[in-house]
Nanobody, 116 residues
Framework: QVQLEESGGGLVQPGGSLTLSCTAS????????MGWYRQAPGKQREMVAR???????DYADDVKGRFTISRDNAKKTVYLQMNNLTPEDTAVYYC??????????WGQGTQVTVSS
């Protein structure tokens, strides 16, 4: 079965940076659409950033210019570089691997807390 393992979450001060990583196994990574989503307490899960197999990217409006998604197909890893973090970015961040109309799977999530 497909496995996604996220890492890189933690506690950071406002204005700080973090880089999340998600490494996949047991999939042909290069053909999957990859994405980062987040869910804050009491809120629905929302899309943060997505990247297609051809590395076209898409971002939520409130992270544009601050977050960057990228992928390394050789390492089967997708990254989310997060800069200028604010308390509103506090959430559990989930990695998603999506093969359209075939398969969609989620990682276990990694906590990001932005607080002074």
């Amino acid at each position: 079965q497909v496995q996604l393992e996220e890492s890189g979450g933690g506690l950071v001060q406002p204005g700080g940076s973090l880089t999340l990583s998600c490494t996949a196994s047991r999939i042909r990574f290069s053909i999957f659409h990859m994405g980062w989503y987040r869910q804050a307490p009491g809120k629905q899960r929302e899309m943060v950033a997505r990247i297609t197999p051809s590395s076209t990217t898409d971002y939520a409006d409130d992270v544009k210019g601050r977050f960057t998604i990228s992928r390394d197909n050789a390492k089967k890893t997708v990254y989310l570089q997060m800069n200028n973090l604010t308390p509103e970015d506090t959430a559990v961040y989930y990695c998603n691997a999506n093969l359209v109309n075939v398969l969609s799977t989620w990682g276990q999530g990694t906590q990001v807390t932005v607080s002074s």
